[in-house]
């Protein structure tokens, strides 16, 4: 009778681990963001949801295994920046400050206009680049030059665009290395640049 009773008090709490594990496994989890490559929207040390269902989609905030992806990047490193471009897209960056997606002029209304100028360009090219000059500064992406993002890669970069160590240095995302898609809090500051920013 006692260890009925000792099973029926251990079985919920158990149950309730074991819950708890699969959805921070598979579903939803709590990271902590580490760096400046995201301000002014993400902060050193803020949290967020890292949402493992959520589609990828243009603009989207991702958090992926960086390890063999971006040189430097040790094991368990976990990178956060935002996808500007999703399979199939061509991209172009103009000295201006100004991004074409597809030909398309995009507005990227989630930093300021010195973040899409100067800082865009500081580290990559003043005069602007596109995927083809980019993929020559990559070593020709595996041999090739690329001019658009190929099949289950993700073109990514930080919003605090002088300091960020992302796709303009080393090349694409593997869409198998993204662990998910970051989601704000209500609390956070600038949440709606996280969380609702479009095409």
Not at 17 to 23: F, K, V
Not at 117 to 137: C, I, M, R, Y
Not at 160 to 181: E, F, H, M, Q
């Amino acid at each position: 009778m006692k260890l009925k009773k000792i099973i029926s008090w251990l079985l919920p709490i158990a149950l309730g681990i074991i819950l708890a594990i699969g959805i921070q496994t598979y579903l939803v989890s709590f990271v902590r963001v580490d760096g400046s490559s995201m301000q002014p929207n993400l902060t050193n040390n803020e949290r967020v949801f890292l949402l493992r269902k959520q589609p990828i989609k243009r603009f989207s905030v991702v958090i992926f295994d960086a390890y063999q992806v971006a040189p430097g990047a040790t094991k368990g490193s976990n990178f956060i920046k935002r996808v500007i471009a999703v399979p199939g897209d061509r991209i172009k960056y103009t000295k201006q400050g100004n991004l074409y997606i597809n030909g398309k002029l995009v507005p990227q209304k989630f930093i300021s206009k010195t973040q899409r100028t100067t800082e865009t360009l500081a580290n990559v090219a003043p005069n602007g680049f596109d995927l083809k000059t980019l993929s020559q500064q990559w070593r020709g992406y595996h041999g090739q030059r690329i001019t658009t993002v190929p099949k289950n890669q993700y073109f990514v970069m930080g919003d605090n665009r002088t300091v960020s160590y992302d796709s303009r240095s080393w090349g694409l995302v593997p869409k198998a290395k993204i662990k998910g898609v970051a989601y704000a809090p209500g609390w956070t500051d600038h949440r709606k640049q996280i969380n609702e920013a479009k095409n």
